[in-house]
């Protein structure tokens, strides 16, 4: 019996040189979250390598990915742009990230998100055994827990949705809505992040399908599913052991060097509009602005890790970010100082682990957010229990991590008087919340997660065979 992981994305992605296939580890905190609990336990992963694979290479692509316990779905290049850019990140996102204009309900993307469905569907029955556990992830695979259930009437069906879940009001204006829970409520577990998200959900359901709930419980005719709050954690122990190798520690003193009386703030993102990283930018040419006196003493390092580029809300949005940084640099630049140090690029994780190390504010505002790793991933690096978080109360973190100084990301005034609390924030109180905030992250990491929901899904399973021999 072992854990079928079913997302959109392999946790690695192939890069194409020279006609040569490599794999490298993928972006986004799934990938991340989820990437090294996969390789310890008996558990297949099946998902999309990222690019597309001819089909004269799709067999060598194929036995690459089996010695890494992975199995790939292949995508033709009109599914990447009608599924994935298409329906999941043109209407899914924008709405679920509550950015309704954004959103494009095109019928062709609606008809292709169910074939890509109907396809990764496909690919499971291949792999999949009597009494395997299926654990699907997130958006891009709505529809899948119902696929599966109509094939398997008996299977056991975990979902976990990775990104925010509207409130009512929202989703119930996507053309599509009954047809996407009656995918989801295929699942006998349903995780969010957030309680929050959980209520949504259920207020969602009830109102749009025939089903009735008492309390996280929805009753169809058939059968009963559980909706659940599972805050997905880190690797609290990889972040903070890194900190600790040569090789970062290195890296700490490269960077550190000349900028001894410095105060570095620390902003890492993937590109998105969900992420506030314009507005953050916004706040510091507001303090900059405001407090003059911080001019020349503190740096906005910020990390925009190239995403969806294809999709042209995100490309304009890249072009509004060089051309604000652009503009922000050349005003208040002197020959020896630049206030933002923008990078768009990925990086590896030795360079993060340094950064997380060093930076003694790590600015995290976005407008809205499934959980946030990066904060959690800074809090972990913290081995000398110093350095303040700035957490908007839009990501599900703010949950958790409710010692960091919390924000409203709309309310530049809000981050940018943040900014000069953290700055001025004495030592005791930073040690105070920060070893606070440590124990969470570590308390609550990536495996106690992983546990959490399996041990769940087994629970609901089989109170859902001891109701049916009653
Ligand atoms: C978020 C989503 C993931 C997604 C990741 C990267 O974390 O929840 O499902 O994989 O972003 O985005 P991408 O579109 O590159 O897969």
Known sequence: MKTVIISNRLPVKIIEENDEYTFIPSEGGLATGLGDVYKSGNSIWIGWPGIEVPEERQEEVTQKL??????????????????????????????????????????????????????????????????????????????????????????????????????????????????????????????????????????????????????????????????????????????SDLTQTEEVKKEIDYFRTGKEDMKVILSIDRLDYSKGILERLKALELLLQLHPEYIGKIELFMIVVPSRDTVPQYSDLRDQIDQFVGNLNARYRSINWIPVNYFYRSFPIEVLSSLYATADICLVTPMRDGMNLVSKEYVASRNNNDGVLILSEMAGASKELTDAVIVNPNNLGDIMEAIVTALKMPLEEQEQRMTAMRATVEKFNVKHWVNNFILRLNEVKDSQKSLLTK
Not at 181 to 186: F, Q, S
């Open 66 to 239: 089996a010695e890494l316990n992975l199995y790939p779905v292949f995508l033709t290049q009109n599914e990447i742009n009608l599924y994935y850019e298409g329906f999941s990140n043109e209407v899914l996102w924008p709405v679920f990230h509550y950015v309704v204009t954004y959103a494009h309900f095109e019928q062709t993307y609606w008809d292709c998100y169910k074939s890509v469905n109907e396809k990764f569907a496909k690919s499971a029955m291949q792999v999949l055994q009597r009494r395997d556990k299926i654990w699907i992830q997130d958006y891009q695979l709505l529809l899948l827990p119902g696929i599966l259930r109509a094939k398997l009437p008996n299977a056991t069906i975990g979902f976990f949705q990775h990104i925010p879940f509207p409130s009512y009001e929202i989703f119930r204006l996507i053309p599509w809505r009954e047809e996407i829970l009656n995918g989801l409520t295929g699942a006998d577990l349903i995780g969010f992040h957030t309680y929050d998200d959980v209520r949504h959900f259920i207020s969602t359901a009830t109102r749009l399908l025939p089903v009735n709930s008492s309390s996280n419980v929805l009753n169809s005719n058939e059968r009963q599913i559980v909706v659940e709050a599972f805050p997905m954690g880190i690797d609290y122990d990889k972040f």
